[in-house]
T-cell receptor, first 113, second 114 residues
Framework: DVKVTQSSRYLVKRTGEKVFLECVQD?????MFWYRQDPGLGLRLIYF???????EKGDIPEGYSVSREKKERFSLILESASTNQTSMYLC????????????FGPGTRLTVL | AQKITQTQPGMFVQEKEAVTLDCTYD???????LFWYKQPSSGEMIFLIY??????QNATEGRYSLNFQKARKSANLVISASQLGDSAMYFC???????????FGTGTSLTVIP
């Protein structure tokens, strides 16, 4: 079974702090994704990566950056957390070829005070 | 432009009855895949069913079936014999080969009533 893990289920940070959300997958997938989920808005894509050191902006990249130094790990960075970044963050991975489902991690519920 | 539309924010269904969750999509790409996910209150996204744009038959997985109407650009999820454990958020999604992108709808909250 594909496994996608995220470093924390719940996280509380203060405004202005630098926040790291880590995601690791164990199935050698080329593609990895970071989404945020807010009530009534569904999942919105922040960034995705199709290879090591490669990244592409999604629909809402402002205030976020990402890092993919190794194939299995995709990190989301909030350079200076703000209260409007309080949300559920979901990481997903997907094989590189053809159509396949995205495999999701359990999510990180981030609260910025 | 929104590529996936789910018009039902909330749905109720009696236990053991069937329910249809609506999904329409918009793309000019001839190659695409349509997916449904279930998200229980615990938060994890669970893959349910997949339909490819070139598939002739509607996809089925146990109690889940996907009613694919290509001309109408709709991909409705049908859950037969609803169970209390089916209460969850349901998301429709579309994947395109170009750009390795996925597009999600805003979700439908399903409540199964005993």
């Amino acid at each position: 079974d594909v496994k996608v893990t995220q470093s924390s289920r719940y996280l509380v940070k203060r405004t202005g702090e630098k926040v790291f959300l880590e995601c690791v997958q164990d199935m050698d997938h080329e593609n990895m994704f970071w989404y945020r989920q807010d009530p009534g808005l569904g999942l919105r894509l922040i960034y995705f990566s199709y290879d090591v050191k490669m990244k592409e902006k999604g629909d809402i990249p402002e205030g976020y950056s990402v890092s993919r130094e190794k194939k299995e790990r995709f990190s989301l960075i909030l350079e200076s957390a703000s209260t409007n970044q309080t949300s559920m963050y979901l990481c997903a991975s997907m094989p590189g070829t053809g159509f396949d489902t995205q495999y999701f991690g359990p999510g990180t519920r981030l609260t910025v005070l | 432009a929104q590529k996936i539309t789910q018009t039902q924010p909330g749905m109720f269904v009696q236990e053991k009855e069937a329910v249809t969750l609506d999904c329409t999509y918009d793309t000019s790409d001839p190659s695409y895949g349509l997916f449904w996910y279930k998200q229980p209150s615990s938060g994890e996204m669970i893959f349910l069913i997949y339909q490819g744009s070139y598939d002739q038959q509607n996809a089925t997985e146990g109690r889940y079936s996907l009613n694919f109407q290509k001309a109408r650009k709709s991909a409705n999820l049908v859950i037969s014999a609803s169970q209390l454990g089916d209460s969850a958020m349901y998301f429709c999604a579309m994947g395109l080969l170009t750009g390795n992108q996925f597009y999600f709808g805003t979700g439908t909250s399903l409540t199964v009533i005993p």
